[in-house]
C-alpha cells in the first residue's frame, strides 16, 4: 500500500522521497541499522522541524559576536529585517507553508502585546537601542515567539500527528484565553499558574500523542512531550539571555542561567501555542495504534 510522505509538503523536498525510501529499505536488512535510522531520522525531521527558529538563535550568536558595535544600523534592526528576509525567502522556495506563515503572523501578535505589557513592567529590558520598535519593545522579539509555533506546525506534519483522548476545542481555547490572562493579571491580583498547571494535567492528563518518525506511530503521553518541548525553549531562551538579546533583572549585572522558574512560563505558553496551531490543524484520532512492521516493498508516493 502507498503511503503519504510529510516531505510532499514542502515542494523542494520532493524529489528525495524515493531516494530516501531506497537508503531506509537498505538500513532495515538488519535491526541495528534500522534502529540507527531511525534515530538519525528523527533528529533530521526534529531539526527540520526547528528550521525558522534555528535560523533565529544562529543570528543571535552571530550578531552577538560579530555585528559591528559602530554600525548605523542597530542590532535589533538588523535582525528585524533579517527575520522578515527569512520569512519572504522560506515563503518563496517553498520551505514554508501559508499555514505555517499564519501561526507565525498570530503568534507574533500575541507575543508582542505581552512583551510591550512585561517591559513596562520590568520583567525583563531589551538593553540595546533600536528603530523599530512600541514602547520598550524591539518589533524582532515578537519572531522569537513565532518560532515556537512554527517548530509545531511543521512537526505536526513532519510526524503525521495522531492523538487518542484529545481534548476538544472549547477547553483549549478556555485553558489558554486564562493562561494568556494571567500573565497580566498576576501583576495585581493572586497569580492562579498552579490552578492553570493543574486544569493542563486535567485536561491533557489522558492525551497520548501518536507520532511516525519512519514506519510505523510510536506513542507518549501528549503531557510530557509538551515538558520535552518546554525545556528545550528554557533552553533556547538561556541563549538569547547570553548573548545579550534581552536581560531579566538578575542578569543585567553578571549573566547567569534563566530561573528554573520560567520553565514553568514556557510550559504556559507552548499550551497557548498548541492551541494556535490545532485550530489550523485539526488534531485527527488513532482509531488503532500501528504494531511495528517491515517497511513496505512500495516508496512512499508524492502528494498530488
Not at 526547528?50 to 559576536?65: H, V
Not at 523599530?132 to 515578537?142: D, E, H, K, N, Q
Not at 492562579?192 to 494535567?201: D, H, I, Q
Amino acid at each position: 500500500m502507498l503511503r503519504a510522505s510529510a516531505a510532499a509538503t514542502w515542494p523542494p523536498l520532493r524529489r528525495f522521497i524515493v531516494g530516501e525510501w531506497r537508503l531506509g529499505r537498505f538500513m532495515a536488512r538488519r535491526r541495528s541499522s534500522a534502529w540507527l535510522y531511525e534515530f538519525l531520522r528523527f533528529g533530521i525531521k526534529q531539526g527540520w522541524a526547528c528550521l525558522f527558529g534555528g535560523i533565529a538563535i544562529a543570528l543571535m550568536i552571530a550578531t552577538y559576536r560579530l555585528y559591528p558595535a559602530t554600525a548605523p544600523l542597530a542590532r535589533y534592526d538588523f535582525l528585524f529585517l533579517c527575520m522578515i528576509a527569512v520569512q519572504l525567502a522560506l515563503l518563496a522556495s517553498r520551505l514554508e507553508t501559508l499555514d505555517e506563515a499564519k501561526v507565525i503572523v498570530i503568534y507574533h501578535v500575541v507575543g508582542t502585546v505581552m512583551e510591550i505589557f512585561k517591559t513596562s513592567m520590568g520583567s525583563w529590558i531589551y538593553p540595546e537601542p533600536s528603530f523599530f520598535r512600541i514602547s520598550g519593545v524591539p518589533l524582532f522579539t515578537g519572531f522569537m515567539y513565532s518560532c515556537i509555533g512554527s517548530y509545531l506546525c511543521r512537526a505536526w506534519r513532519l510526524f503525521d500527528f495522531r492523538f487518542g483522548r484529545h481534548p476538544s476545542r472549547l477547553p483549549l481555547i478556555a485553558l489558554s484565553v486564562a493562561i494568556y490572562l494571567n500573565f497580566f493579571t498576576h501583576h495585581y491580583m493572586s497569580d492562579l499558574r498552579v490552578l492553570l498547571f493543574v486544569a493542563a494535567a486535567l485536561l491533557f492528563g489522558r492525551t497520548t500523542i501518536y507520532f511516525k518518525v519512519w514506519g510505523h506511530h510510536r506513542s507518549m503521553p501528549l503531557l510530557l512531550g509538551l515538558v520535552l518541548v518546554s525545556l528545550f525553549v528554557w533552553f533556547a531562551e538561556n541563549i538569547g539571555t547570553y548573548t545579550k538579546i534581552w536581560l531579566y533583572p538578575s542578569q543585567q549585572q553578571a549573566w547567569a542561567l534563566v530561573s528554573p522558574a520560567k520553565f514553568g512560563s514556557w510550559f504556559l505558553l507552548l499550551i497557548i501555542s498548541y492551541t494556535l496551531v490545532s485550530l489550523i490543524n485539526a488534531p485527527q484520532a488513532m482509531i488503532e495504534p500501528q504494531a511495528a512492521k517491515p517497511i513496505s516493498d512500495e516508496p512512499e508516493r508524492k502528494a498530488a
